[in-house]
């Protein structure tokens, strides 16, 4: 069983930025798929930002450009830095990996992950 604790989230104005952690219980490098989603209420877990073994890194069309996604294999946890926030950003943002490396069409999808963090709330206030 893996375990994932996420962490960083908060209250910002738009324009703002925050940093989101999520550390993970087993070594990262031994994981087929990483990645961060979000979910506002009343709809789906929506894919953010994450990568495969040895694949490049992927994001929403939505965050490109303003979210960096990066892990740090020494220190078994995944960041997500998020700049220049909107309103529409805000959910809770969960972190999730899973061991198998999925194919590139299915990485964006909830169910290719196995274990999730608990989610941590980010509000970007107008």
């Known amino acids: 069983q893996v375990q994932l604790v996420d962490a960083g989230g908060g209250l910002v104005q738009a324009g703002g930025s925050l940093s989101l952690s999520c550390t993970v219980s087993?070594?990262?490098?031994?994981?087929?798929?990483m990645a961060w989603f979000r979910q506002t209420p009343g709809k789906e877990r929506e894919y953010v930002a994450g990568?495969?073994?040895?694949?490049?890194?992927l994001y929403a069309d939505s965050v490109k450009g303003r979210f960096t996604f990066s892990k740090d294999n020494a220190k078994n946890t995944i960041y997500l830095q998020m700049n220049r926030l909107e309103p529409e950003d805000t959910a809770v943002y969960y972190c999730?990996?899973?061991?198998?490396?999925?194919?590139?069409?299915?990485?964006?999808?909830?169910?290719?992950?196995?274990?999730w963090g608990q989610g941590t709330q980010v509000t970007v206030s107008s």
């Open positions: 999730a990996v899973s061991r198998r490396r999925p194919i590139l069409s299915q990485a964006r999808r909830p169910s290719e992950y196995d274990y």
């Open positions: 087993d070594r990262i490098g031994s994981l087929g798929a």
């Open positions: 990568t495969r073994t040895s694949g490049s890194t």
